[in-house]
């Protein structure tokens, strides 16, 4: 079992800048492959970004390339969500994911409760 706990969300003009951490506890973490999903208001869950570093593997979804990086810290169990050139379409709450390392939700077997990020024009 992997509990997983995000935080770093708030409230940020548009243009702005956050950083999601989500830490991990349980399982050994290095070997999952970690995602990042988010579900805005009214809308389905979707694929932000990926990482699992074992296989060198990084994917973003095209709506945040160049604007959004992903990392992880084995040593901390933890990963990292940095979010640059913030819009207002981007306000959601952001889920950390263990176990997949594509856009697909079933790939992935644990999950957060998820962070609110909330980006003002």
């Known amino acids: 079992q992997v509990q997983l706990v995000e935080s770093g969300g708030g409230l940020v003009q548009a243009g702005g800048s956050l950083r999601l951490s989500c830490t991990a506890s349980?399982?050994?973490?290095?070997?999952?492959?970690m995602g990042w999903f988010r579900q805005a208001p009214g809308k389905e869950r979707e694929f932000v970004a990926a990482?699992?570093?074992?296989?060198?593997?990084?994917k973003y979804a095209d709506s945040v390339k160049g604007r959004f990086t992903i990392s992880r810290d084995n040593a901390k169990n933890a990963v990292y969500l940095q979010m640059n050139s913030l819009k207002p379409e981007d306000t959601a709450v952001y889920y950390c994911a263990a176990g997949g390392i594509g856009p697909r939700e079933d790939e992935y077997d644990f999950w957060g409760q998820g962070t609110q990020v909330a980006v003002s024009s």
């Open positions: 990482i699992r570093m074992s296989l060198g593997v990084i």
């Open positions: 349980g399982r050994t973490f290095s070997w999952y492959g």
